[in-house]
DNA sequence: AACACCGCGTTTTTT
DNA sequence: ACGCGGTGTT
C-alpha cells in the first residue's frame, strides 16, 4: 500500500477499515478511537485512491456540527473544497432532495419547516378547533404520536385503528393535522425524513438516479438512526450497494426518540456481503478511566461486544465523593476546580456533567459566589427565542402567505386592534372555507362580517405583508430583513417594554439582521432565494450559542450533550440511583440499559481525571430526598476507585456543627451541639428517632452517623439534618 | 391589553 | 421550588 498522507497517520485497525474493499462495511467505533478520522479518511481515500467523484459521495451526520466538522476536516485532507460532496444531516439533506424535487414530493415550491415548538402550537390549534380538552389529549402526546409514527414510515392510513377509542382519535388527529399541514404549504422535521424516503420509493427513475449518482453512502453515529433513516439509506444504497457506516452500539442513548440500536444487528443482516471492522483502541482516556468504562458496561447484554484499549499510561484512579447533599456536592466541585486552576489548569479543561438540567442551579450558585466562569450548555438556541421567531414569522409570511401558524403568530402582534372575536371569524371562514386564513381574511365575505373597525384593522395588516413584499423584492437579504423589522413595528413593540427584558429582545432582534448580513446560503439551499434559503437555514439549524465561547470557562452540560466531546477532567455528578439511572428508567431493562450507556458516554468523555459525585440527601421538586449511591458506582471495578471522604477530624465532645436554626449573635463561635454525642437519642423529620453512631469532621462540615430504628443506618450532616436531641 | 392567580408537571434533545 | 399555560380581573 502506499504511504500517502491519507493512510499514514492511521493505526492498523484505522486503515484497514479506510481502506476497506467497496462492499458494505459496518465499522464499530469505540469512544476516542478516531471515529470521524476514519470516515473523513474513507472520503479522501475514495476520491484519491478509487477516483471517486466527489459528485458520488453522500456523508450523512445527526447533527449540523459534525456535519461542519467532517466538512472541515476533508477539506483540509484534500487540500481543495470538494464543493460537489453532499455532506449534511439526515434532516439538511431531506431538505435539499425535497427542494430540488418540491413537485414531484408534491410540495409547494416554498414550503416551510416547521419547527417542534410551531408544530406544537398547531396541534394545540387543532385540539381547540376539535373542542377536544387539552387535559385528556394532551398536545405533546399527540405530538409524540404523530412523530413516532412518522418515523416509522406510517401514515394515517397504514395504522390500524384496532378496539381503542384512544387510538383511533389519535390516528384521525394525525389526519387532520397532515391536512393542516398540506393547506398551510408546512412540514415538520419527521416529515423531512418521510416525505424524502416516499420521493425515492414511488419514483423509481428519481431513485435509479440517485443510486447511479451517490455510489458511496457514508453515515456517522449509525446506531441513532430510526426506521425511517434506515429505511432511506437501505433505497439509497440498494441491494447491490456498498454504504459504509460507522457505528457504537455503546452509546446509543436516544432509544427514547426512536433511535433503533437494533439497526447496526439489522445492517449485518441486510448485507451479509459486508465487513466488520472494531476500532478498540482509545487515544483520549488514561488506563484507569477506560477499564472503570468496560467494567460498567460489561453489565449490558446483547453487546456486539469490544472493549477499549489504550497504550497510554493508567493515570490516577477515578475519585469517588459522597456528598451530604447538593449544596455540598457543589463546594466539593468548586474546590476541585479551584485547585485544577491553581495548578495551571484551564477552566475549559473541565467538565461538570448531569442527568437533568435541573442539576445545574446549584453548581451555577456555587460557581456564582465562587467567581468561577462558566458557560450552561442547552436551554434556548438563537432562532428559538420568542422574538425571533416572531420575526421569522412575518418573514414566512412573505414567502408563503398560507403558512396559518405565521399568520396566527403575528397578525396581531404588536397589537393592531385583531382581537380574539376577529380571529375566530377568520378561523370559522378559512374552516368552512377548506382555505387559508390569509385567504379568509382577504375575502369580501368575511370583511362584511366583521365591524368595519375591524375590518380595517384586517385589512392593514394584509396590506402591510404586501407592501412589504413588494418593497423588500430585491433588496439584499438584511435590508428585507430590516426593513421588516421597522415596518411591522416589532422592534418599536419590544423597545416599550423594557419590563420584560425587552432590551436583550431589541439586541436579539438586531442580532438577526447581522445574521442575514452574514448569511452566506449554504450550498443545500443554492438554489433558492435567499430569504427562502435563510429561513430554511433557521429552522434546520437552530443557532448554536456561540456567544462568549472563548472566554475561558467551565463547561456545564447534561450528559447527553457531552456525548462526542472530551475533556481532561470530568465531574459526573449526582450519581444517585432515581436521578442516574432516572427513576421513570429503573423499571424496564431497556431503560436501563440506556442509562447504563449514557453513564458510558460520560465516563469515556473523560481524559485524564474523572470524578464522581453523589448526594446523601438531595432536594428535588422542593422536597429533601435520601437516595443510594447509584447502581453504576459498583458496577466499576471497586480497586479503580478512591473514596473522598471529608477532611476527617474527629472530635470526642462535639462542639462544633448546629442543631436547629443559629441563632442570631452566635455566628463566629460555634455554638455546642447538646446532644449529639456519640450515643444520644436524636429525631429526625424524615427518618424518625434513632442513635448517633459516630460524629466526623468539624464546622459547617461535621456529619453524624445515625442508626435510625425504621430506616437504618445514615450519614447525615449536621448543619442540614435538623436534628432534635431527645431527652 | 396588562396583570394576578391557580393548578400542573417535572429526563434526556436534534432536526 | 419553580415555571408554564390557562383563566379571570381590572
Redo the contacts with the bound molecule.
Keep these: 500500500m502506499d504511504s500517502s498522507p491519507i493512510l499514514g497517520s492511521l493505526n492498523d485497525a484505522q486503515r484497514a477499515a479506510v481502506i476497506a474493499p467497496l462492499t458494505p462495511v459496518l465499522v464499530l467505533a469505540g469512544a476516542g478511537s478516531g471515529k470521524t478520522r476514519v470516515l473523513t479518511h474513507r472520503i479522501a481515500w475514495l476520491i484519491e485512491a478509487e477516483s471517486a467523484s466527489p459528485h458520488s459521495i453522500l456523508a450523512v451526520t ?6 461542519a466538522e467532517m466538512r472541515g476536516r476533508v477539506e483540509r485532507l484534500l487540500g481543495t473544497p470538494p464543493g460537489a460532496l453532499w455532506i449534511g ?4 439533506i431531506a ?1 435539499r432532495l425535497l427542494r430540488l424535487h418540491a413537485r414531484e414530493a408534491a410540495l409547494p415550491q416554498s414550503f416551510q419547516i416547521l ?2 415548538e410551531d408544530q406544537q402550537r398547531l396541534i ?1 390549534k387543532l385540539l381547540k378547533a376539535q373542542d377536544l380538552d ?2 385528556r389529549w394532551i ?2 402526546e399527540v405530538q409524540w404520536f404523530i412523530n413516532s409514527s412518522k418515523d416509522e414510515g406510517l401514515r394515517p392510513k397504514d395504522l390500524k385503528r384496532g378496539e381503542d377509542p384512544v387510538r383511533a382519535q389519535m390516528i384521525r388527529l394525525y389526519g387532520l393535522y397532515q391536512e393542516q399541514c398540506e393547506r398551510s404549504g408546512v412540514v415538520d ?2 416529515e ?1 425524513l418521510l416525505r424524502a424516503y416516499e420521493l425515492w420509493r414511488d419514483n423509481p427513475s428519481l431513485l435509479a438516479h440517485y443510486r447511479q449518482r451517490f455510489r458511496h453512502v457514508l453515515v456517522d453515529e449509525f446506531q441513532d438512526t430510526n426506521s425511517i433513516q434506515y429505511a432511506w439509506l437501505k433505497l439509497i444504497a440498494g441491494p447491490e450497494g456498498h454504504p459504509f457506516v460507522v457505528a457504537d452500539d455503546d452509546q446509543s ?2 432509544r ?2 426512536g433511535a433503533r440500536v437494533e439497526n447496526v444487528q439489522q445492517f449485518r443482516r441486510d448485507f451479509p456481503g459486508g465487513q466488520l471492522y472494531k476500532l478498540e483502541q482509545n487515544y483520549r482516556s488514561t488506563g484507569s478511566i477506560l477499564a472503570a468504562a468496560n467494567g460498567l458496561i460489561s453489565h449490558n447484554t446483547g453487546r456486539v461486544g469490544k472493549t477499549l484499549w489504550t497504550s497510554g499510561d493508567r493515570g490516577r484512579p477515578l475519585q469517588l465523593y459522597a456528598a451530604f447533599n447538593e449544596r455540598d456536592e457543589a463546594e466539593f466541585v468548586t474546590h476541585r476546580i479551584r485547585d485544577h486552576v491553581l495548578h495551571g489548569g484551564q477552566r475549559r479543561e473541565v467538565a461538570v456533567l448531569y ?4 442539576q445545574s ?1 446549584v453548581f451555577e450558585e456555587a460557581f456564582i459566589s465562587a467567581r468561577l466562569p462558566y458557560r450552561v ?2 436551554g434556548l ?1 438563537f432562532f ?1 427565542r420568542a422574538e425571533v421567531k416572531d420575526a421569522l414569522a412575518y418573514l414566512r409570511l412573505l414567502v408563503n402567505r398560507r403558512d396559518d401558524a405565521s399568520f396566527e403568530r403575528v397578525v ?1 402582534l404588536p ?6 372575536r376577529s380571529l375566530d371569524a377568520i378561523r370559522e371562514a378559512a374552516r368552512s372555507g377548506g382555505i387559508s386564513l390569509w385567504e379568509a381574511a382577504a375575502s369580501p365575505d368575511l370583511r362584511e362580517e366583521l365591524g368595519a373597525r375591524a375590518a380595517a384593522a384586517v385589512g392593514g395588516f394584509l396590506a402591510l405583508i404586501e407592501r412589504l413584499a413588494g418593497e423588500t423584492a430585491g433588496l439584499a437579504l438584511h435590508e428585507q430583513v430590516d426593513r421588516m423589522l421597522q415596518a411591522s413595528g416589532l422592534v418599536e413593540h419590544y423597545r ?2 423594557r ?2 427584558r425587552g432590551e436583550a429582545r431589541v439586541e436579539n432582534l438586531e442580532e438577526l439582521v447581522s445574521a442575514a448580513r452574514g448569511f452566506a446560503a449554504d450550498p443545500a439551499a443554492a438554489e433558492l432565494p435567499p430569504l427562502e434559503g435563510f429561513l430554511a437555514h433557521a ?4 443557532g ?1 450559542g456561540q456567544a462568549d465561547a472563548w472566554e475561558d470557562s467551565v463547561q456545564m ?5 457531552a456525548k462526542g466531546l472530551e475533556f481532561p477532567v470530568v465531574f459526573l455528578c449526582g450519581m444517585e440511583d432515581g436521578l442516574f439511572p ?4 429503573i423499571t424496564d431493562i431497556h ?1 436501563l440499559e ?2 447504563r450507556r ?1 453513564c458510558y458516554v460520560g465516563m469515556t468523555r473523560a481524559m485524564r481525571q474523572l470524578y464522581l459525585t453523589y448526594a446523601e440527601q438531595r ?1 428535588l ?3 429533601d430526598t435520601y437516595g443510594q449511591p447509584s447502581r453504576f458506582i459498583k458496577e466499576v471495578p471497586p480497586e479503580l476507585i478512591e473514596e473522598i471522604r471529608p477532611r476527617v477530624q474527629v472530635t470526642r465532645p462535639v462542639t462544633t456543627g448546629r442543631l436547629r436554626r443559629e441563632e442570631p449573635g452566635l455566628r463566629g463561635h460555634e455554638e455546642p451541639a447538646a446532644g449529639v454525642r456519640l450515643g444520644a437519642r436524636v429525631r429526625h423529620g424524615k427518618f424518625g428517632e434513632g442513635v448517633v453512631l459516630s460524629v466526623e469532621g468539624a464546622g459547617p462540615h461535621a456529619r453524624v452517623q445515625i442508626s435510625f430504628e425504621r430506616q437504618g443506618t445514615k450519614w447525615l450532616m449536621v448543619q442540614y439534618a435538623n436534628l432534635e436531641p431527645i431527652a
Design positions: 445527526f447533527t449540523n456540527k459534525a456535519a444531516t439526515f434532516h439538511g431538505h419547527d417542534a394545540r387539552e387535559s398536545p405533546r422535521f419527521a423531512l442513548i436516544y427514547w426518540r442527568r437533568s438540567n435541573a442551579r450548555y442547552g438556541r428559538e396581531n397589537t393592531r386592534g385583531i382581537g380574539a416599550r417594554d419590563a420584560d429552522a434546520l439549524e437552530s448554536e452540560m447534561t450528559l447527553h450533550s432516572h427513576q421513570r428508567s431503560g440506556e442509562e449514557l432536594r421538586h422542593g422536597i
